[in-house]
């Protein structure tokens, strides 16, 4: 009985954690800067904008516009603009991990009022991961049709 118990609180906490961690694909043949331009083709006409990227990194951005937000008694508009951050790591026999993950951001770049809430609903996290797969199987047949 208590082997049961067990299992089923480390089942739960799985539950809980594995949504919370970066959504992740492997791309056979890949660099970069060919995810970068894959996800731009893709995002652009929602409105995204490469903001930044390098060979580890890179950052899209949807401006959100004014969001009114309550603090305390009162309420103000807060520009607010969701970023999707990619993380680039080249593992072994040309295979590019790439991570991805999403936050809101609110008063970016107003200092101590600047605030980040990192994306966690399970319909965001499943979008982000459906992205990857769609630029990974885009990439991958083009690398094949070379």
Known sequence: MRVLNSFAAIATLLALVAPLTAQQVRIKGATPSDVVRAV?????S????LEDSSSHEARFALDRGLVSQNRGSVVRAVPV???LHLRF???ADSVLE???DEEVVGARGQGSMEFRTPVRSNAERQSMQQLLELVKNDLEARAQKQ
């Open 89 to 91: 790591r080249q593992k």
């Open 40 to 44: 731009n083709n893709e995002l652009s």
């Open 81 to 83: 603009v969701v970023e």
């Open 46 to 49: 929602q409105g995204f904008k």
């Open 98 to 100: 790439v991570n991805a």
